[in-house]
Structures are given as C-alpha cells and as structure tokens.
C-alpha cells in the first residue's frame, strides 16, 4: 500500500519542514520537568515520612498533626498510645504522629494554605 519513499517523506515531514517526531519534543520535555520538580521530590518526602514513621518507639517525645504534644508509652501496628498528661493516655493513629518535639516536623501539614 505504501512504498518505503512514502515512509521516508512521513517520517522526516515534507522537504523544508521539520521531522514529524520533533512536534512531541516538547511534550516529552513538559513531562521531564514535571517529574524532576514535583513527582521526585514528593516520592522522597514520601519515603522520609513512611521511615520516620515506622522507627517511632516507646519513650519518643512528639507531637501530632493536630499539635498534640505527648510521650509514646505503647506502640502497635497502626496506632499508638500517648501520655499527653499525669495518668492521661491517648490512642491515636500512627501516621496522625508529625514529628519529634522540639525539632521540625517531619510531616508537611496538609491544611488549606
């Protein structure tokens, strides 16, 4: 049906245009910069907050995302147990945890900014 000349003007374009596989230069590109400027850096913060999560133990001072301040007495797989004061104890979610006290959080807030 179609001869190789056919398919040779096809795919380098016409005489004194550009090749057809150009036009998808940009887009290639667009699709290069979104990866290295939001899907990387958000895999890594993802990463730092999956191992920060797992390595918390009992007698770690932290704070929660919702800016509860208290001390890990028992930890289980998806929730841990809080002293947030004198014979005060609270159970909460594992991934509720934001950081250590007294130093940044390691878990970005996710609020309406």
């Known amino acids: 049906m179609f001869d190789t000349a056919s398919q040779l003007v096809f795919a380098m374009g016409t005489p004194g245009q550009q090749p057809v596989w ?3 230069v940009p887009f290639v590109m667009v699709l290069a910069i979104l990866y290295f400027l939001i899907l990387m850096p958000m895999r890594k913060q993802r990463t730092k907050v ?38 005060v104890r609270i159970e909460i979610a594992r991934v509720a945890i934001g950081g250590y006290q007294g130093q940044e959080p390691v878990v970005q807030d996710q609020g309406n900014a």
Do not use: E
Request: without cysteine; hydrophobic residues 40%.
């Open 22 to 24: 150009m036009n998808f």
């Open 50 to 87: 999956q191992a920060f999560q797992s390595s918390l133990k009992v007698g770690d001072r932290v704070v929660t995302t919702g800016g509860i301040y208290g001390l890990i007495t028992k930890v289980n797989d998806n929730s841990i147990q809080l002293q947030v004061a004198d014979k």
